[in-house]
């Protein structure tokens, strides 16, 4: 209850203020003030929820298998009546305007149907946690506790176990695959890099392969380049059987030229593709930067 109170007076301030800003004659746009509702008043009113809302009806402490009331309507009744004020103030409507035509126009649920859907979210949450979650442990249902009588030749009954709050929670949603948490694994493999030959090696090495590739295959080639006054661009060319086939070029915005780099391979690969009857696409890149110790095939 001094939950309640508490948390319904700081909604109520924030309502306030905004009934007093809008009304039926003048003041801002009703969505402008629905949407601080949603962003404001909702937020705090229902703040905690879920710690404290059981739902209307819940199983008896003394009897779990006889349902009863959970006696908490008196506490409802004090949000919606804290919900109805905000939504008259998101609202140009007179106090004689029907409660259900209120919460429709502004597409606000009563505090109760808002309260089941904080619980059913609350409830998903539950869902998504990993396994060796806290919470997890806590939720999940425990068996029956048997309770042995004194005459041993009869049957053993089985005393139902009372559940928390925290557990009738999570038997809102039916039981999922929960997200297995796995630690990160690193590799104590060191990652060699992209260039490991010389730029004489590695023209040798690609002209020997021009050299045994298939008289239909297209390959494209492509660059980037930046000028010094910082212009960044890009261009291809397709080749077939030492004949080229088609050339483009483009320049890009403020980009670096890696950048340009892969644009120009990327339009290269298109324009390959446009050709038709195309086998194999083949893209080494040359790039050319204003910066001598990047320059490689």
């Not at 029907?98 to 309260?115: D, F, K, V, Y």
């Not at 999570?170 to 997200?179: A, G, I, V």
């Not at 950048?259 to 040359?286: F, I, N, Y």
Request: with cysteine; glycine share 6%; aromatic share 6%.
């Amino acid at each position: 209850k001094f939950h309640v109170d508490e948390w319904s007076a700081k909604a109520r301030q924030v309502a306030n203020l905004l009934k007093g800003i809008a009304n039926t004659k003048q003041g801002p746009l009703p969505r402008a003030v629905r949407r601080a509702v949603k962003a404001c008043v909702e937020p705090t009113l229902f703040y905690g929820a879920e710690a404290w809302y059981p739902g209307e009806v819940a199983p008896s402490v003394a009897n779990p298998n006889r349902i009863v009331s959970t006696q908490v309507k008196h506490l409802v009744l004090r949000l919606d009546k804290v919900l109805r004020h905000a939504v008259r103030a998101a609202l140009p409507v007179w106090k004689t305007t029907p409660i259900p035509a209120m919460h429709r126009e502004a597409g606000t649920p009563p505090a109760s149907i808002a309260l089941a859907a904080q619980q059913i979210r609350f409830s998903a949450r539950l869902k998504s946690l990993d396994g060796r979650h806290p919470l997890v442990k806590r939720a999940s249902r425990k068996p029956p506790r048997a309770r042995h009588t004194r005459n041993p030749s009869s049957t053993r009954r089985v005393k139902p176990t009372f559940q928390s709050r925290l557990q009738r929670t999570d038997q809102l949603l039916p039981k999922c695959h929960r997200p297995a948490l796995l630690p990160r694994h690193y590799s104590d493999i060191e990652a060699s890099p992209l260039q490991t030959a010389n730029k004489a090696e590695s023209a040798g090495d690609f002209l020997e392969w021009l050299g045994t590739a298939a008289a239909a295959t297209l390959i494209v080639y492509s660059d980037g380049s930046q000028l010094p006054n910082g212009a960044v661009g890009f261009g291809f060319a397709v080749h077939r059987d030492k004949q080229s086939l088609v050339q483009g070029s483009g320049r890009m915005g403020p980009s670096e030229v890696f950048d340009a780099e892969a644009a120009g391979a990327l339009e290269g690969l298109r324009a390959a593709l446009r050709l038709g009857d195309t086998r194999s696409a083949v893209v080494p890149t040359r790039r050319r930067t204003s910066s001598p110790s990047s320059k490689n095939w």
